[in-house]
């Protein structure tokens, strides 16, 4: 006897599907999902593939327990890292991260570590932390190296240099929504600076001193740019230090720009203690 098969959904009803799976999953786990803004709608039958793997991981996610890595990962056979040459680090190295692909784990680096280093902290600090069970085809567990051992210096370095391109870019609206929140003490003079030219272009930029004392950092570059004024093309140049100041947030556990100081602005006056 032959079975009736579920007639195939059209787009339109696939969509009404898809929005109802999304609203129970919201309002059952606190799932959210975004737009894309003015890009192009997901196919409905793309969504609905997608919201099949959020629906099996949430199903297995009630079901899992915490093991550790070490487990999660089958038990495997590693050589300890002091006892491996530099080539056989290299090769040991590339054994431990396919496993952890085929397994759907993997460690991600924000910077570069170097690979006896990283290898060390894989199998014998990563291995051995708590991981939950499940495996899920679909998705990647992914874990962060500087989540665990943070690079203070190359995450405020990246800081900089990131203000430094978009503030130069004629994204105003972008600079906004990059420093607003972030660069309390001297947000008006920044902009104010800013407004004054219709172009900036970054001639050169270079770190020349960082020190970080506990929740504050100081970073000085040496930098020159020019600006264009609106309707002229004749060039204002600027050279100098640029002087960056950072608070780490220990909430957020992130380090955020307190003071910007570039060649050409006008200093912010401190207050004088009373």
């Known amino acids: 006897m032959k079975q009736n098969k579920k007639p195939k959904m059209n787009d339109d009803q696939l969509r009404f599907d898809n929005e ?33 793997n959020i629906e099996k991981f949430e199903t297995q996610l009630q079901l899992a327990k915490d093991i550790l890595v070490f487990d999660f990962l089958g038990r495997p056979d590693f050589r300890k890292e002091e006892e491996l040459s530099d080539q056989e680090i290299i090769t040991e190295l590339e054994k431990v991260e ?4 085929e397994k759907r784990m993997v ?3 924000l910077f570069e570590v170097d690979d006896r280093v990283f290898y060390k902290f ?14 899920v085809p679909a998705f990647l567990k992914h874990v962060i190296y500087e ?21 130069m870019s004629n994204e105003f609206e972008e600079f906004r929504e990059f420093i607003k929140m972030d660069c309390k ?8 600076f800013r407004r004054i030219f219709e172009e900036l272009t970054i001639i050169s930029f270079e770190e020349n001193s960082l020190e970080i004392s506990g929740h504050l950092a ?57």
Not at 123 to 132: G, P, S, V
């Open 20 to 52: 109802v799976r999304k609203l129970k999953l919201t309002l059952g786990s606190g799932a959210k999902f975004y737009s894309c803004g003015d890009g192009p709608d997901l196919p409905p039958e793309v969504e609905k593939e997608f919201l099949d």
């Open 98 to 101: 396919t496993l952890m692909l």
């Open 107 to 109: 460690c991600d680096k």
């Open 122 to 135: 894989l199998t014998e600090e990563l291995f051995y932390t708590q991981t939950t069970s499940i495996c």
């Open 147 to 167: 989540e665990f051992h943070p690079n203070h210096k190359q995450e405020i370095k990246m800081m900089c240099e990131d203000f430094v391109n978009v503030y």
């Open 185 to 192: 003490e001297n947000f008006n003079e920044l902009l104010v």
């Open 218 to 274: 100081t970073v000085t570059f040496n930098i020159a740019f020019e600006g264009f004024l609106s309707g002229n093309r004749t060039p204002i140049n600027y050279l100098g230090e640029a002087n960056f100041k950072f608070k780490y947030n220990d909430e957020s556990e992130f380090w955020e720009f307190s003071n910007i100081f570039l060649p050409g602005m006008r200093p912010t006056l401190q207050p004088r203690n009373s």
